[in-house]
């Protein structure tokens, strides 16, 4: 591979071309971290096929909002896991504390954080500190305010449903309150979590679907529970492609990997339903329509 063609060569090329197109500040070009192609511009995933969608910071970016939602309930989970698999990613890449965010109506769907589960799911509970609002309104406001502190690392929010405080205007502050200030080139990074309620229209730099996705084996362990596992839909991303990704999280390797296609067997077809023709239409009796 020649060295214009090298990963770290490319990466300081669209940096530049975002540096002329001001969508980078001045300073960030080459990157700021020589042994890191995405510096402190963006967390990676992991994944090259789901970072080069993801802009030229190869990840989602720093002093931004990015929202996680999921129409279904029960999805609850799968929204916060995966929330919780990038902050673990991020938390190794940046100093200080978690600010999570939460109603009273994300707690009484979805329920409240459990310091032994995150720890197995890589997370340090110790960098945590969580903040209970009875209303929308008041938990944009600590949104807000947790965003502007430079003792935090991320802050995340809770808000289900599409309350009327939780508008275009609302992430407009939030994602300038996110955005880098003078010199400082990261800025905050913003995780609004969404289950239940419409599409809206928001400030977010990204939007990512989530659902659960079946998990695989390991170890040989065919009877066992696979690693947590994720249906992403990136149907909103400022400056890249779109796409749908199966991705499996190690929490001890802390990183994501693809889901290779399902190879399992297909069941049988019942034999208490009708038997479908050959000319596509469905009869009572397999027996049905012959002579």
Request: hydrophobic content about 45%.
């Amino acid at each position: 591979m020649s060295a214009l063609a090298t990963p770290d060569r490319l990466a300081d090329l669209r940096r530049a071309v975002a540096v002329l197109e001001g969508r980078l500040p001045t300073g960030m070009a080459p990157s700021a971290r020589g042994d890191d192609p995405t510096g402190d511009l963006a967390l990676p995933l992991g994944l090259a096929a789901l970072d080069g969608r993801l802009g030229p910071a190869g990840g989602l970016a720093f002093g931004a909002l990015h929202e996680i939602v999921s129409d279904d309930g029960r999805d609850a989970a799968a929204v916060a896991g995966f929330a919780s698999a990038l902050l673990v990613r991020l938390l190794d890449r940046r100093d200080g504390r978690l600010v999570w965010i939460s109603t009273a109506e994300a707690r009484r769907e979805s329920g409240a954080l459990h310091a032994p589960g995150l720890r197995l799911f890589g997370l340090d509970p110790g960098r945590l500190v969580e903040v209970t609002a009875e209303r929308p309104e008041e938990a944009l406001w600590a949104f807000e305010e947790a965003l502007g502190c430079r003792g935090t690392a991320a802050v995340v929010a809770e808000i289900p449903g599409r309350p009327a405080a939780l508008d275009l205007t609302a992430t407009r502050r939030l994602a300038l309150r996110a955005a880098p200030l003078g010199t400082r080139a990261d800025g905050g990074f913003g995780l609004l979590l969404r289950v239940g309620g419409p599409a809206q229209t928001t400030a977010a730099a990204t939007r990512w679907r989530v659902s659960a996705a079946p998990s695989r084996p390991f170890d040989g362990f065919s009877d066992g529970l696979g690693r947590p596992a994720f249906r992403l839909d990136l149907e909103k991303n400022r400056d890249g492609r779109l796409g749908r990704f199966d991705l499996e999280w190690d929490p001890h390797a802390r990183r994501f990997g693809a889901l290779p296609s399902h190879s399992g067997r297909v069941a049988a077809e019942p034999s208490d339903r009708p038997a479908a023709a050959a000319n596509g239409r469905l009869l009572a009796f397999p027996g049905a329509g012959r002579a």
